[in-house]
Protein backbone atom coordinates (compact mmCIF):
# COMPACT_ATOMS: atom_id res chain seq x y z
CA UNK A 1 0.00 0.00 0.00
CA UNK A 2 2.46 2.13 1.09
CA UNK A 3 4.68 1.49 -2.62
CA UNK A 4 1.83 2.52 -4.53
CA UNK A 5 1.26 5.88 -2.73
CA UNK A 6 5.18 6.58 -3.10
CA UNK A 7 4.31 6.07 -6.73
CA UNK A 8 1.36 8.04 -6.48
CA UNK A 9 3.06 11.02 -5.54
CA UNK A 10 6.07 10.54 -8.15
CA UNK A 11 4.10 10.75 -11.12
CA UNK A 12 1.97 13.72 -9.36
CA UNK A 13 5.28 15.27 -9.16
CA UNK A 14 6.66 14.30 -12.02
CA UNK A 15 3.61 15.99 -14.09
CA UNK A 16 4.11 18.74 -11.83
CA UNK A 17 7.35 19.50 -13.00
CA UNK A 18 6.54 18.31 -16.90
CA UNK A 19 4.29 21.07 -17.07
CA UNK A 20 6.49 23.54 -15.62
CA UNK A 21 9.12 22.67 -17.77
CA UNK A 22 6.57 23.27 -20.98
CA UNK A 23 5.69 26.73 -19.27
CA UNK A 24 9.69 27.54 -18.73
CA UNK A 25 10.22 27.61 -22.06
CA UNK A 26 7.48 29.32 -23.56
CA UNK A 27 8.77 32.61 -25.22
CA UNK A 28 6.18 35.45 -25.64
CA UNK A 29 3.03 33.03 -25.23
CA UNK A 30 4.67 30.75 -27.85
CA UNK A 31 5.15 27.32 -26.05
CA UNK A 32 7.83 25.26 -26.59
CA UNK A 33 4.76 23.19 -29.00
CA UNK A 34 4.04 26.02 -30.87
CA UNK A 35 7.69 26.74 -31.54
CA UNK A 36 8.15 22.94 -33.18
CA UNK A 37 4.95 23.51 -34.74
CA UNK A 38 6.34 26.35 -36.94
CA UNK A 39 9.83 24.96 -37.04
CA UNK A 40 8.89 22.91 -40.50
CA UNK A 41 8.19 26.46 -42.17
CA UNK A 42 11.24 28.33 -40.77
CA UNK A 43 13.32 25.49 -40.88
CA UNK A 44 17.44 26.16 -41.89
CA UNK A 45 17.24 23.94 -44.43
CA UNK A 46 14.20 22.55 -47.19
CA UNK A 47 11.90 24.41 -45.20
CA UNK A 48 8.17 23.98 -46.31
CA UNK A 49 5.94 26.09 -48.31
CA UNK A 50 3.60 27.59 -45.69
CA UNK A 51 3.25 26.64 -41.89
CA UNK A 52 1.05 24.51 -39.98
CA UNK A 53 -2.34 25.05 -39.00
CA UNK A 54 -0.89 24.52 -35.61
CA UNK A 55 1.77 26.82 -36.23
CA UNK A 56 -0.78 29.78 -37.24
CA UNK A 57 -2.66 28.63 -34.19
CA UNK A 58 0.34 28.87 -32.20
CA UNK A 59 1.02 32.11 -33.17
CA UNK A 60 -2.05 33.41 -33.13
CA UNK A 61 -1.88 33.11 -29.61
CA UNK A 62 1.83 34.71 -29.19
CA UNK A 63 2.65 37.73 -28.50
CA UNK A 64 4.25 39.06 -31.63
CA UNK A 65 6.10 42.81 -30.39
CA UNK A 66 7.11 40.75 -27.86
CA UNK A 67 8.93 38.49 -30.48
CA UNK A 68 9.96 41.06 -32.39
CA UNK A 69 12.77 41.60 -29.55
CA UNK A 70 14.12 37.97 -30.32
CA UNK A 71 15.00 38.79 -33.97
CA UNK A 72 18.30 39.82 -33.55
CA UNK A 73 18.86 36.55 -30.85
CA UNK A 74 19.12 34.50 -34.32
CA UNK A 75 22.00 32.08 -32.55
CA UNK A 76 19.35 31.07 -30.14
CA UNK A 77 17.08 29.81 -32.99
CA UNK A 78 19.70 28.33 -34.51
CA UNK A 79 21.37 26.55 -31.92
CA UNK A 80 18.08 25.15 -29.69
CA UNK A 81 15.30 25.11 -33.14
CA UNK A 82 17.20 24.69 -36.30
CA UNK A 83 14.66 28.17 -37.58
CA UNK A 84 16.25 30.30 -39.89
CA UNK A 85 14.84 33.98 -38.23
CA UNK A 86 14.09 35.65 -41.27
CA UNK A 87 12.06 33.02 -42.45
CA UNK A 88 10.58 32.68 -38.94
CA UNK A 89 9.50 36.37 -39.06
CA UNK A 90 7.34 35.62 -42.58
CA UNK A 91 5.26 33.24 -40.71
CA UNK A 92 2.51 35.17 -39.01
CA UNK A 93 2.26 37.02 -42.57
CA UNK A 94 1.32 33.87 -44.25
CA UNK A 95 -0.85 32.88 -41.30
CA UNK A 96 -2.79 36.04 -41.88
CA UNK A 97 -1.62 37.75 -38.93
CA UNK A 98 -0.37 41.87 -39.10
CA UNK A 99 3.54 41.78 -37.37
CA UNK A 100 3.71 45.08 -35.86
CA UNK A 101 4.99 48.19 -37.80
CA UNK A 102 8.47 48.23 -35.44
CA UNK A 103 9.29 44.59 -35.77
Not at 51 to 77: D, F, H, I, M, Q
Request: proline share 5%; net charge positive.
Amino acid sequence: MAKAQAMGVLLTVLVILATSAERAHAICNLSSNGIRACQPAAAIRNPTEQPSAECCTALAGANLSCLCRYKNAAGVWVRFYRIDINRAMGLPGKCGLAMPANC
